[in-house]
């Protein structure tokens, strides 16, 4: 297996067939999982998952008798299931797609679809990604953190912004980052937000947060204004600022204070958002985008936003979601969405950013497509501010693809 692979230990097949159980089962051995269970439908899958929950990827077919694959998805999602997923189908893209959509929904992580006859190589590709996910932060399952913890650590600076760079991808220039929360917990160490975003939003302490997200971006800014003028940070904003009226004229006399162009900084709203209070949400992006900040809509693709209600709001930037652009090469249903999303973008004047790039093949695949720019791990994955102006610094301003014309292009410039 190649050195980017996975160490998955435990694995939960599920299909009816009992000639494909086995048949998946020699595929997982050859990628190195040893241990493998297996159940030819979803009430039987559950019953093996709550008695195994250190199972750590289950492949599932999505045409199960009695319990279909969409339930089964939503009884795992109650019994927060962690792991990885990935979906075996002979299914049309389209009902594939939107069976990942859902998937999403129940915040279930699907790693990659297989298309009936499945092969190992297919296997080995889909897999090859999964190392990436959690690397040097933990993964708190299932952990409730309280209020009172919440608040104190707050109180004693142990959330922290890390950046994540995005890259133009024409020119390679590092054109600005992405602002992403992390919890430097005493005992767990680094905590990513998936763990304790749920919980700050549950207890009213996400003002608290995205104001000390507001504060490190805004610093990071002001300590690139001289040597990296064009550069911008993206924050991600959480719902209920859709509903805070007086945010726009809050965030410019913060930028305003800090020296730096309200230009330096993008809101990233996520799509699903925009529709609850549709109303109050246009006022306030009207309002930020007329003080000159740029406006983003993130995850594009999961939502169910329409051309008409789209127009209405004025982003500058769409980003695809990353469950669309990793591995998109082998997945017609990604590719379709990338291809409409592109096409909205342009129709729109957006900028578009692919997000979740995580090889050369991805990256080629993106600029094929005619997106604008790229974040994933390809380039980078988030890091330290000090660690963001080391790399920085040794890429000379430049993501260097090794292409000998990017080279020559980069060094113009
Ligand atoms: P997001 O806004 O969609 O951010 C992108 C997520 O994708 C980040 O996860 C990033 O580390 C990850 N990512 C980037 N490139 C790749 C890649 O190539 N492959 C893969 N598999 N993942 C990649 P992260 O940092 O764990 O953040 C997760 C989500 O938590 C964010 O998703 C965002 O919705 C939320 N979040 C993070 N920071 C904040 C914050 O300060 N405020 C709010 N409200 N939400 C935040
Ligand atoms: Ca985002
Ligand atoms: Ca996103």
Same mark, same amino acid.
């Given at each position: 297996?190649?050195?980017?692979?996975p160490r998955i230990s435990s694995a939960l097949v599920i299909d009816d067939?009992?000639?494909?159980l086995? !048949?998946f089962t020699?595929?997982l051995?050859?990628v190195?999982t040893?241990q493998v269970k297996t159940a030819n439908n979803g009430r039987q899958a559950l019953s093996i998952l709550q008695d195994h929950p250190d199972i750590e990827l289950l492949l599932c077919d999505i045409n199960l008798?009695e319990m279909d694959g969409i339930e089964f998805l939503r009884h795992i999602s109650a019994q927060s299931f962690a792991g990885e997923i990935i979906i075996v189908s002979?299914?049309?893209?389209?009902?594939i797609?939107s069976v990942i959509k859902l998937a999403r929904e129940h915040e279930l992580h699907i790693l990659g679809v297989m298309?009936?006859?499945? +092969?190992?190589?297919?296997l080995?590709?889909i897999l090859?990604t999964s190392g990436h996910r959690v690397k040097?932060t933990v993964r708190v399952d299932n952990h409730v953190f309280?209020?009172? @913890?919440?608040?104190?650590?707050?109180?004693?600076?142990?959330?922290?912004? !890390?950046?994540?760079?995005?890259?133009?991808?024409?020119?390679?220039? *590092?054109?600005?980052?992405?602002?992403?929360?992390?919890?430097?917990?005493?005992?767990?160490?680094?905590i990513s937000p998936g763990a304790f975003i749920p919980c700050?939003?549950n207890?009213?302490?996400?003002?608290?947060? +995205?104001?000390?997200?507001?504060?490190?971006?805004?610093?990071?800014?002001?300590?690139?204004?001289?040597?990296?003028?064009?550069?911008?940070?993206?924050?991600?904003?959480?719902?209920?600022?859709? +509903?805070?009226?007086?945010?726009?004229?809050?965030?410019?006399?913060?930028?305003?204070?800090?020296?730096?162009?309200?230009?330096?900084? *993008? *809101?990233?709203?996520?799509?699903?958002?925009?529709?609850?209070? !549709?109303? &109050?949400?246009?006022?306030?992006?009207?309002?930020?985008?007329?003080?000159?900040?740029?406006?983003?809509?993130?995850?594009?693709?999961t939502? !169910?936003?329409?051309? @008409?209600?789209?127009?209405?709001?004025?982003?500058?930037?769409?980003?695809?979601d990353q469950a669309?652009?990793t591995?998109?090469?082998?997945?017609?249903?990604? &590719?379709?969405?990338?291809?409409?999303?592109?096409?909205?973008?342009?129709?729109?004047?957006?900028?578009?950013?692919? @997000?979740?790039?995580?090889?050369?093949?991805?990256?080629?695949?993106?600029?094929? &497509?005619?997106?604008?720019?790229?974040?994933?791990?390809?380039?980078?994955?988030?890091?330290?501010?000090?660690?963001?102006?080391?790399?920085?610094?040794?890429?000379?301003?430049?993501?260097?693809?090794?292409?000998? @014309?990017?080279?020559?292009?980069?060094?113009?410039?």
């Amino acid at each position: 297996m190649s050195s980017t692979g996975p160490r998955i230990s435990s694995a939960l097949v599920i299909d009816d067939s009992g000639y494909l159980l086995d !048949y998946f089962t020699v595929l997982l051995n050859a990628v190195g999982t040893y241990q493998v269970k297996t159940a030819n439908n979803g009430r039987q899958a559950l019953s093996i998952l709550q008695d195994h929950p250190d199972i750590e990827l289950l492949l599932c077919d999505i045409n199960l008798p009695e319990m279909d694959g969409i339930e089964f998805l939503r009884h795992i999602s109650a019994q927060s299931f962690a792991g990885e997923i990935i979906i075996v189908s002979s299914e049309h893209d389209r009902v594939i797609g939107s069976v990942i959509k859902l998937a999403r929904e129940h915040e279930l992580h699907i790693l990659g679809v297989m298309k009936k006859p499945a +092969t190992l190589e297919n296997l080995k590709s889909i897999l090859s990604t999964s190392g990436h996910r959690v690397k040097s932060t933990v993964r708190v399952d299932n952990h409730v953190f309280t209020a009172e @913890e919440l608040h104190q650590a707050i109180g004693d600076k142990q959330f922290i912004a !890390y950046f994540q760079p995005k890259v133009d991808i024409r020119s390679g220039k *590092i054109i600005g980052a992405e602002a992403l929360c992390r919890w430097r917990h005493p005992d767990m160490g680094i905590i990513s937000p998936g763990a304790f975003i749920p919980c700050m939003e549950n207890n009213g302490l996400i003002d608290e947060l +995205t104001d000390v997200m507001l504060g490190e971006s805004i610093a990071f800014l002001e300590s690139m204004q001289h040597s990296h003028s064009y550069f911008s940070v993206s924050i991600n904003m959480p719902a209920d600022y859709l +509903t805070r009226l007086n945010f726009p004229d809050e965030l410019h006399a913060r930028v305003k204070d800090a020296g730096i162009r309200s230009s330096s900084v *993008i *809101i990233e709203i996520t799509e699903s958002r925009l529709i609850v209070d !549709y109303k &109050q949400a246009l006022e306030i992006m009207v309002r930020l985008r007329l003080k000159g900040f740029g406006l983003s809509i993130d995850d594009f693709g999961t939502g !169910y936003s329409s051309l @008409e209600q789209l127009q209405n709001f004025p982003f500058q930037e769409l980003k695809i979601d990353q469950a669309f652009v990793t591995g998109a090469i082998n997945n017609l249903a990604s &590719q379709a969405i990338i291809e409409s999303s592109v096409n909205l973008a342009n129709k729109l004047d957006m900028k578009i950013v692919a @997000e979740g790039v995580e090889s050369r093949q991805d990256w080629d695949f993106v600029q094929e &497509q005619g997106c604008d720019i790229v974040q994933g791990y390809f380039v980078a994955k988030p890091m330290s501010q000090i660690e963001f102006i080391a790399w920085l610094e040794q890429n000379k301003g430049y993501f260097d693809l090794g292409l000998p @014309e990017q080279k020559k292009s980069s060094q113009e410039k």
